[in-house]
C-alpha cells in the first residue's frame, strides 16, 4: 500500500520568508497529491491539490511542485503570514474512489 | 451552504459507556469517512462507506462500528470507550467519482474519555 513520507516535523520562519514542506510516497501509480492545512482545534482544509498530469500548480502564494520520477512533492508558500501558522498535511491516492494516506504533518510557526 | 456537519462538537463520556457521534451531509456525497486524530497526529482512518458498502481498515478496533442508514447521515458508534479513545473524530465527505477525490472535513467532534 501507500506510505507518504513528511518532513519537517517542524518549522519556524520569521513572516515574509519562505516555507517549503517536502513529502515522497511509495506508490508510482498514486496520481492525486492534495494538501490541508489544519489550524489548532479545527478541520482540515484543503488548500492546494496537484494530479500528476502537471509538474507544478500555483495559487497566489501558495504553489506545489511535483517530482513523478522522484516520487516526491512540496509545498512552497512565499510571503509567510503569522496566519500561515497551522499544520500542514500532504496525502496522495489514485484518482477513481481510493483512500487518502497522509504525511505525519508539519507544524508551521510564522513569527511576526 | 452545502456542507458536512458533526453532532456534537464536544462529548464527555465515561470509560465504557457507549457513546454515539453523529456526521451529516448536505452535498450528496457517494462516500463518508470516520477518521480518528490524535494530538500532534495525522488524520487515521477508521472506516469509510461507499454509499451503503461499508469497509473497515484492517486496524480499526472491533470497538468501533459505523451506521450509514441513508445518504446524508453517518454514524460512529464506540460500544466501550477507553482512555486511549480520547481523540478527534472527524467525519469527511467526498463524491466517490474518477477525477474528483477532494475531501471535505466536517468540524469534528473533540471525545474525551474519563
Known amino acids: 500500500g501507500e506510505n507518504v513520507e513528511q518532513h519537517p516535523s517542524t518549522l519556524s520562519v520569521q513572516e515574509g520568508d519562505s516555507a517549503v514542506i517536502k513529502c515522497t510516497y511509495s506508490?508510482?501509480?498514486?496520481?492525486?497529491f492534495p494538501w490541508y492545512k489544519q489550524e489548532l482545534g479545527k478541520r482540515p482544509q484543503l488548500i492546494i491539490d496537484?494530479?500528476?498530469?502537471?509538474g507544478e500548480k500555483k495559487d497566489q502564494r501558495i504553489a506545489v511542485t511535483l517530482n513523478k520520477t522522484a516520487k516526491h512533492f512540496s509545498l512552497h508558500i512565499t510571503e509567510t503570514q503569522p496566519e500561515d501558522s497551522a499544520v500542514y498535511f500532504c496525502?496522495?491516492?489514485?484518482?477513481?474512489?481510493?483512500?487518502?494516506?497522509f504525511g505525519t504533518g508539519t507544524r508551521l510557526l510564522v513569527s511576526p | 451552504d452545502a456542507m458536512v456537519i458533526q453532532n456534537p462538537r464536544y462529548q464527555v463520556t465515561q470509560f465504557g459507556k457507549p457513546v454515539t457521534l453523529s456526521c451529516s451531509q448536505t452535498?450528496?456525497?457517494?462516500?463518508m469517512y470516520w477518521y480518528q486524530q490524535k494530538s500532534s497526529q495525522a488524520p487515521k482512518l477508521l472506516f469509510h462507506?461507499?454509499?451503503?458498502?461499508?469497509?473497515n481498515e484492517a486496524d480499526t478496533p472491533d470497538n468501533f462500528q459505523s451506521r450509514r442508514p441513508n445518504t446524508s447521515f453517518c454514524f460512529l458508534d464506540i460500544r466501550s470507550p477507553g482512555l486511549g479513545d480520547t481523540a478527534m473524530y472527524l467525519c469527511?465527505?467526498?463524491?466517490?467519482?474518477?477525477?474528483?477525490?477532494?475531501?471535505?472535513f466536517g468540524p469534528g467532534t473533540r471525545l474525551t474519555v474519563l
Open positions: 496525502a496522495a491516492t489514485r484518482t477513481g474512489f481510493q483512500k487518502l494516506v
Open positions: 506508490d508510482s501509480a498514486s496520481n492525486y
Open positions: 496537484i494530479r500528476s498530469n502537471v
Open positions: 452535498l450528496n456525497h457517494n462516500v
Open positions: 462507506y461507499y454509499d451503503k458498502d461499508f469497509n
Open positions: 469527511a465527505t467526498d463524491k466517490g467519482l474518477a477525477g474528483h477525490n477532494e475531501q471535505f
